[in-house]
């Protein structure tokens, strides 16, 4: 039987499936499964395996068994083949060993119910004596509830007593069987990976590494090995199995001679055997594997482990980008940074790392240049992307502490010197634009069409639903014009013809005119043109960038978020007859991606003030007296058509939250938090998607699956 390969996506697809059954009543489960499979007999079997395991845990069955699952008498099966064929016989039919390593051996297996291979990794003999069954078990039942593209999920684990002359006790975990390779097989076969690929492989792991430490679950084992390639993408494995370990084992582990962790990716308070280890000592770990894909060695190799922990302790690492010149002194920055010896002195976050090597990468190599002309179409995209991605935008942590050779993100500067910034910028985005899609989705996630656009950039939906405004590079063109799509046509008009990056449009209430950035040489002006023809007109002509987020109801005015230099990012109200402006938001952090309800009463926008960006809403009239929307981080807020919903967007996931109208000046109240489902978001400074009035449809700029370009 073939089956269809793992991807992340696919495991995004198994996740929503998964939520919408949990979330159905119990008697109408399996009809929600079938609907929503529409005949993928391979995602039926996978939810229906994730159900089952559910279940069985809220049974106090899975992971919660005794440890003598079976005793057989004394000798009968001796081999850890036998015994683990013994133990499994009628749930899993035992092939035959694929690999092994310091800590356990791997197996193919059979999956008898759910009709599937799968992996069965079984710990080495002295280290299942050393632990305590149920404790391990116990310990890794939180690494089974974690579900994330780019981690490889546990399916099933338990345990089997033998007798010592039988070969003794049988501990083993089951996870998917991964069509790929190791990255460690990867650095092998090729030594040094290119840039683009090392530094894409190392986001999706700390986008993994992020989200299992909001979960409260430290990796400690980060290495090569552990992490699987499919479809050019990375999924990390084993989490929480070192903790397990060390916690279910104690001291009796070091009679063993078995080490907890790999010394060339330890950090150093976990080489002296420090157990306050926490998310740095993963970003470490993280920071050390990207060294070697971009060095094709660990920082800190040596002929023996003692000497590798001589060097982790007492030596600097390497520059990376004294080994090959397509490294930037961002990106080696970076990557020092993460290998810091003082846990204070490294990425206080996976996300804050993953961010730091998405800005690291504006900085083109000292070999390559980029064009000015192309730069400033990327001039204020790349600054915020990562934030759907649960990346933290807060300047304190992510570049002011990389290193004194990496540039702040935000710093007062003349046009001149922003066009040099810009070329900077360029050099990721030059990688990355080709590559993205302008998709419409339903409320379950369900692509229902690709609007065709070259570079799309921040869609908007006209206020009758029926049109899409959007910017897009025209062919032969080196900057964004704006275009119409009339989603019944099916045709697009293009509204601008020039040289001026016209981008950031926002619909009048009317739907007659669009409001826009546009190039001046300054900076960026924001525009407003009626559809209906004649010449556009200038609203706000000041030296630096700013664009319009979004229009007010009555047409009176626009928010408008303004580069201001050292104080990042502000939120301005903008007078639609060209009057001056009066700030709303603006602080020494980050606010941008304003939208003003449809009742014209509040305003939703991001902002990074409590050191990650999270969704606040506030009164338009009277700001001051804001609510916090989010939860645990979020970008990019956008209203339903009635107000009673409010989206945004958190670790790859659009989060849809239900608002209750208040009496009086009160805001809003905020109930529930439903994750709709996830996407491959392209975050910018601008809100990069809009909602149908209904709260039914989304038009999202997304990255493509590179596998599939």
């Not at 290495?223 to 279910?248: R, S, Y």
Request: glycine letters at 8%; hydrophobic letters at 40%; a negative charge.
């Amino acid at each position: 039987m073939t089956s269809t390969p793992m991807t992340p996506e696919r495991w995004r697809r198994v996740d929503q499936v998964l939520n919408a059954a949990l979330a159905s009543d119990p008697a109408r489960r399996d009809a929600v499964v079938a609907d929503a499979c529409a005949g993928d007999e391979t995602l039926r079997r996978e939810v229906e395996s994730l159900l089952d395991a559910h279940d069985r845990a809220a049974d106090d069955d899975f992971l919660e068994r005794p440890a003598a699952e079976a005793l057989v008498p004394p000798g009968a099966a001796s081999s850890l083949t036998e015994r683990l064929a013994h133990a499994l016989s009628g749930r899993y039919v035992v092939e035959h060993e694929i690999g092994h390593g310091g800590m356990a051996t791997v197996y193919l297996a059979r999956d008898v119910r759910h009709h599937r291979r799968v992996a069965i990794k079984v710990l080495r003999e002295e280290l299942a004596a050393a632990v305590g069954a149920d404790r391990f078990l116990e310990e890794i039942r939180v690494t089974a509830s974690l579900q994330h593209p780019h981690i490889l999920p546990l399916f099933d684990s338990g345990s089997a007593e033998y007798p010592p002359e039988a070969g003794g006790r049988v501990l083993w975990y089951v996870m998917p069987l991964v069509e790929g390779e190791t990255l460690r097989a990867r650095i092998a076969r090729e030594g040094r990976l290119p840039v683009e690929v090392a530094v894409q492989l190392a986001r999706e792991m700390a986008d993994a590494l992020e989200y299992a430490h909001r979960h409260g679950v430290v990796h400690r084992d980060v290495k090569p090995e552990n992490v699987l390639l499919q479809g050019g993408h990375a999924l990390v494995a084993d989490f929480g199995i070192a903790l397990a370990l060390e916690h279910a084992g104690g001291d009796r582990l070091t009679h063993t001679g078995i080490t907890l962790g790999t010394p060339q990716y330890m950090a150093p308070e976990q080489a002296v055997g420090g157990r306050e280890v926490d998310a740095r000592t993963d970003v470490y770990a993280l920071g050390a594997v990207l060294h070697e894909m971009l060095a094709g060695e660990s920082p800190f190799a040596a002929g023996s482990q003692h000497a590798v922990l001589w060097r982790v302790m007492n030596e600097a690492p390497t520059a990376v980008a004294t080994r090959r010149a397509d490294v930037s002194s961002s990106l080696d920055a970076a990557v020092r940074r993460a290998l810091a010896k003082r846990p204070d002195d490294r990425f206080p976050s996976a996300a804050a790392f993953a961010a730091a090597l998405t800005f690291a990468q504006a900085e083109p190599p000292r070999n390559r240049r980029v064009s000015v002309r192309a730069a400033m179409y990327a001039a204020g995209a790349m600054l915020a992307v990562g934030l759907a991605g649960g990346w933290v935008l807060a300047r304190s942590s992510l570049m002011q502490r990389v290193d004194s050779t990496t540039p702040p993100i935000v710093e007062p500067m003349r046009a001149s010197e922003r066009a040099a910034r810009a070329a900077r910028i360029a050099r990721s985005q030059a990688v990355t634009t080709d590559n993205i899609s302008l998709t419409v989705f339903d409320r379950a996630g369900r692509p229902l069409r690709t609007i065709p656009a070259a570079r799309p950039w921040t869609p908007r939906i006209s206020p009758d639903g029926r049109r899409v405004a959007y910017g897009a590079f025209g062919s032969g063109r080196g900057t964004s014009d704006l275009w119409v799509m009339d989603l019944e046509a099916g045709s697009a008009r293009r509204l601008t013809d020039d040289e001026s990056d016209s981008n950031d449009p926002q619909w009048s209430a009317d739907g007659t005119m669009i409001a826009y950035s546009a190039l001046a040489p300054g900076g960026k002006d924001v525009m407003i043109r009626r559809l209906d023809g004649g010449e556009a007109r200038s609203v706000a002509t000041r030296d630096g960038v700013q664009f319009p987020s979004d229009w007010l109801r009555d047409g009176s005015a626009l928010l408008v978020t303004e580069d201001a230099g050292s104080d990042g990012h502000d939120i301005l109200v903008q007078p639609a007859d060209g009057s001056p402006p009066r700030q709303y938001a603006a602080s020494a952090a980050d606010e941008t991606a304003a939208r003003v309800s449809p009742d014209g009463r509040w305003v939703a926008y991001t902002s990074n003030e409590s050191g990650r960006p999270e969704v606040y809403v506030d009164s338009y009239a009277k700001p001051g007296r804001r609510v916090t929307v989010s939860s645990g981080g979020g970008v990019h807020p956008v209203w339903r058509g009635d107000g009673k919903e409010l989206f945004y967007w958190n670790n790859g996931a659009l989060v849809a939250v239900r608002l209750t109208p208040s009496s009086g000046d009160a805001p809003p109240a905020i109930g529930a938090r439903t994750e709709l489902f996830h996407a491959s978001y392209l975050a910018g400074v601008n809100t990069m998607y809009d909602v149908s009035y209904d709260g039914k449809r989304f038009v999202i700029v997304q990255a493509r699956d590179a596998s599939k370009q």
